[in-house]
């Protein structure tokens, strides 16, 4: 069966770093994008970060310069996070596109307290 497997969230102060991990299982191929995004509550989900095979990345502003996406050759995604912020409390969210596959993990809660 295909999935993936957020890991790493939790509780941190305000300042604090979390790193999250996505591991894809199953028979996957040639990934083309992996993508964190994130749901805080009462919001709609909103893109954090991609990357894609060639390894260029994106970043929502509200991120930049404070968190790391990085992918490794077999299709683990990770999620550094610095100076954590309480707005950046949410749940995380992993995704993959191959083909016309798009793939969701079921998700990593993140609270960061003030």
Not at 8 to 29: E, N
Not at 68 to 96: F, G, P, W
Not at 99 to 111: D, F, R
Request: charge should be positive; charged fraction near 15%; proline fraction near 1%.
């Amino acid at each position: 069966q295909v999935q993936l497997v957020e890991s790493g969230g939790g509780l941190v102060q305000a300042g604090g770093s979390l790193r999250l991990s996505c591991a894809a299982s199953g028979a996957i191929f040639n990934i083309n994008t992996m993508g964190w995004y994130r749901q805080a509550p009462g919001k709609q989900r909103e893109l954090v970060a991609t990357i894609t095979r060639g390894g260029s990345t994106n970043y929502v502003d509200s991120v930049k310069g404070r968190f790391t996406i990085s992918r490794d050759n077999k299709n683990t995604l990770y999620l550094q996070m610095n100076s954590l912020k309480h707005e950046d409390t949410a749940v995380y969210y992993c995704n993959a596109v191959w083909g016309y596959n798009n793939l969701w993990g079921q998700g990593t809660q993140v609270t960061v307290s003030s």
